[in-house]
């Protein structure tokens, strides 16, 4: 049951191209954004679709394999966990980010 404590799934789409990082040792990180969607229909009868915009990094080989297999449009799947920081950007002001770190990715579609 520990594996369940912070466990995300996502299916979406790739909103851009997947910035890849190159850091010291060759680690890697890729950065992404997906987005989900969600179709409803309202009170009116109306079909409405809600967009969601993830925020995804992923580490090492998973960031080779994102670097390597997957491009803007793209529908994958993601997993991994929920994760939060905060940082001071140049005007001392504190931002908060939440991210997905992906563990795994699987390409879907095509």
């Known amino acids: 049951m520990n594996s369940l404590k912070n466990r995300v799934q996502l299916i979406g789409n790739l909103g851009n191209t997947p910035e890849i990082i190159s850091l010291e040792g060759g680690k890697k990180l890729a950065k992404i954004s997906l987005a989900t ?6 009170h009116k009868g109306e079909k409405v679709t809600d967009t ?4 995804v990094i992923a580490w ?3 960031a080779e394999i994102i ?8 529908q994958i799947m993601v997993e991994g ?6 940082y001071e950007d140049k005007d001392g002001v504190k931002k908060y980010v939440t991210e997905v770190v992906c563990k795994e990715v699987l390409m879907l579609g095509k």
């Not at 969601?52 to 925020?55: D, E, L, M, S, V």
């Not at 966990?81 to 905060?86: G, H, I, Q």
Request: charge should be positive; charged fraction near 30%.
């Open 52 to 55: 969601q915009w993830h925020n």
């Open 60 to 62: 090492g080989k998973t």
């Open 67 to 74: 670097e390597n297999y997957v491009k803007k449009g793209d």
């Open 37 to 42: 969607n969600e179709t409803y229909t309202n």
């Open 81 to 86: 966990k929920l994760t939060y920081r905060s």
